[in-house]
């Protein structure tokens, strides 16, 4: 018996307990589905790498038709599972058609696979009953191998958007290790531990989701409170410098008593939406309350500010246009930080920045009225 | 049996230990209490160390390599006390008291004793090296204190989350507390291989993940769920039109608390408010923590007359805790409740306001009649 087996064990506990906590969580994420069956997936692999072991070592077992059948089992269903992670991974911007299309090699694997039981061209079942490659492996191998690529890129396109640096990283971690681990196997057949090794980084996969959850606000798709809190101290701790920009919404609260809640958050999105759109090139969006934004954004000039922000004035009056009733209306104010001034002055004076070009809003409006 | 054979688990424990590692950095950002996880994950990194050099030097002995393997088991029987001692920290409040800090505190000096003086009582007369379980025959004696720390964490730990109203949380608990289990037992049935400080890597990271969790949604220290989940149910209601009664509850006087007695009186009140809540609102709905000192239970629609009597059934509860608590409890109660299946323009959030305002009269009232 080897060590592996061990191993096996404690990775199928992980695995059912991160199963039953993405059972948990059922409203939030919808596309949970594909993940659990990839997980599922990975335990069925799991219980057949604990079953070589053992009938390795026993040889009652060996050459048992059954036992034969699950160990070639395991070729399409690594083919099975990476396409399910695909789905979930590519979820957002994978169409229905485009799914067809990528379920193609998956159909093709399966195929052939099942013809290999008497061609023998993937694998052939040895004198102990277990299934060896054949001369045709590489092609179940490169299929594997297209999917296993197709993730990671699907991943980056979703993750680009974010300029921190830590969140675009961390998800590529989670590639490498199967990677590496597919590596060992190649070169050292015995050592199995490559599928405890997906599993684990499964668990990793969504633990980094949850996380990101966390971070984010749920209605307006932007990050949160915590997220700026957060960032707020790293960026205190860092001493580099860079410009703060704070919006507010005007009259939200009018606009939640006279049309109702459902109206307020409708604006509410518009807005986060909008000044995603202008800023998100320049820095990274936060809800830091009810009504209000903030930019932590790279360390730009006046003028770039101000064009900027007049960019944002202009795409909202365009938004105004289509609305009827309950209008935008953003308030603005920008300061920068550096090593002399922390993050929590620079904010304050971006906040009463803000706070007077909201006056100067203000009896504008009383003017025109 | 080779030595990587033999020291295979553990090496691969260095995957979850890493994970749990790269959690630790980023709950610390967050919340200061779980500083704890990461003091046991490096107790755990050096408990791994140890164990590794200590099974080398086994294998490939030298003339140094006897006296060696025993500082090391010694070392690890002192970190092996210290691991659980520091995660009974993390999810208990035993913490605050004086005596049962120091009751907690005796087994674990205890073992730091014992532990020396056996590095010397062994050295001298020396026990044979021949076989390969190489945990010697006081091993047992040894583990009696950190598995009874274990015990009495894994103790604590179920009836914590076991009062939670929600049980969803309960199988996956289990689960963790199972998996080492489980680990120990394969250890005791293939001596020659090294599993069980691997089983507590992964048990360790998987109740990190567990707490990571369970703080999406609950507020830890009452023990009831929090704003988020909160939000989510609220949304849920709006989306799927129930009829609702909403209950509002404010504990008064938790501000002149906090500045008058300190922070760990207010911390009290806080959660024998919660426990009254739970007790009584327990059959009727779910609770959840909305502000610092503002409670809301969200249950079916009830009319007037059933309502106000859960109302008094609550006070009447409250009052009965007043008499054995020295501080008593003041809690103003609101509640509201509406029939959005029926009037589908109606909003959630009003009937909230609407409750709110009937919690602030409630108030107003009580402090009236103090007054008078």
Redo the contacts between chains.
Sequence with gaps: ????F??D??SI??L??TL??IH?RS??DRNKNYLLIAALIVIAQLIIDILMSVVTVQSQFQNNSVFSLLFVMRYPLSSLFLYYLLLFVGVETLQKKVKIFFAIPLIVDILLNIISLKTHWFYYLNTQGFAVRGTWFFLHAGIDFLYACLIPCFTIKSTMRSHILRETVEPLLFFI?PFVAYDINMYQSSVS?FW??IA?SL??YY?FL??R??KFD?LTKVRNR?AFD?RM??LNKSKKSACLIVFDLNNLKQINDQF???VGDSRLTIAASVIESVFSPYGVVYRIGGDEFCVIGKDLCDNRLNKLLNDLNSLIAVKNAYLEFAQLSIASGFSWYSKDISAFQGFKMADTAMYQNKMHMKKQQVATI | MTL??????DL?AF??LS?AIN?SY?LK??NRNTKYFTHALLMMLQILLCEMLRAYFLFYPTTWSYIISNALLDINNITSVALPYTLLKVSTNLFHDKQTKLLIKLPFIMQFFISIFHFYIRTFPPVDFVSTYYLDHYFFYYALIPFGYYIFFVYLDIKKYFSYENK??R??LL??F??TL??VI?QEM?PN?L?TN??LT?GL??YM??F??LK?DYDLQTGVQNVNAF??DMS?IQLRKKDTTLFIFDVNNLKKMNDSRGHGEGDKLIERSALCIKEVFHFVGNAYRIGGDEFCVLSKYMEAAQAETFIDEFQAYVSQQNEVLEIPLSIAVGYSSTHLFQIRTK?I?KTFSEADENMYQHKKQEKKGRSC
């Design positions: 018996m080897e060590s592996a061990f191993i064990i404690i506990f992980s059912i307990f039953t906590i948990k409203l939030k290790v531990i405890a090794l684990w668990l990793f633990l949850i996380d959850q966390f749920a915590t957060v101290t790293l109702g809640h459902a | 990587f054979n033999h020291i295979g688990v691969f995957v979850p994970l959690l980023k950002l967050e969803k949380q199988f996956p689960l963790i199972g998996s489980i680990c394969l293939y291989y599993i691997a089983g992964s990271l998987l993940i567990f990571f969790d999406l939000h989510a849920e909003d959030y």
